[in-house]
C-alpha cells in the first residue's frame, strides 16, 4: 500500500488546514487509519486516528476540539482537518495505514507509513 499526503503548507496561529491522504489500494479501507506528527526533534507522536468504517475515531489531547479525522472508504481517503492551528502544531504529519481494522495510537501499530507532509504554523 502506498499512501500520498497533501494539503500541508504555512499558516498562520488560528488558521486552518485540510490534510488529505489517498491509499494506492482498496485494502486500506479494511484497516485503521490515522495521522501521527513528528518535530524537529521529537519523536513521532499520535495525532487522531480512525476505525476502518468510521465508526469510532480519536484524537490525542493535545488537539482534541480543533482537529478532527474522517475517511471516505469510496475514494480510499483519510483526511485531517485542522482548526485553531498553533505554532507546537508545527511539525511534519504522517498518514498511516494500521495493521489491524481498528485504529492505533502507537507507532509500532502501523503497517504503512505516508511520505509525510509538512505543516508550518507562524506566530
Known amino acids: 500500500v502506498q499512501l500520498q499526503a497533501s494539503g500541508g503548507g504555512l499558516v498562520q496561529t488560528g488558521g486552518s488546514l485540510r490534510l488529505s491522504c489517498a491509499a494506492s489500494?482498496?485494502?486500506?479501507?479494511?484497516?485503521?487509519m490515522g495521522w501521527f506528527r513528528q518535530a524537529p526533534g521529537k519523536e513521532r507522536e499520535f495525532v487522531a486516528g480512525?476505525?476502518?468504517?468510521?465508526?469510532?475515531?480519536k484524537s490525542a489531547d493535545s488537539v482534541k476540539g480543533r482537529f478532527t479525522i474522517s475517511r471516505d472508504n469510496a475514494k480510499n481517503t483519510v483526511y485531517l482537518q485542522m482548526n485553531s492551528l498553533k505554532p507546537d502544531d508545527t511539525a511534519v504529519y504522517y498518514c498511516?495505514?494500521?495493521?489491524?481494522?481498528?485504529?492505533?495510537?502507537?507507532?509500532?501499530?502501523?503497517?504503512?507509513w505516508g511520505q509525510g507532509t509538512l505543516v508550518t504554523v507562524s506566530s
Open positions: 489500494r482498496r485494502t486500506a479501507s479494511n484497516n485503521g
Open positions: 498511516a495505514v494500521a495493521r489491524s481494522p481498528i485504529m492505533v495510537t502507537s507507532t509500532s501499530g502501523i503497517a504503512y
Open positions: 480512525i476505525h476502518w468504517n468510521g465508526g469510532m475515531a
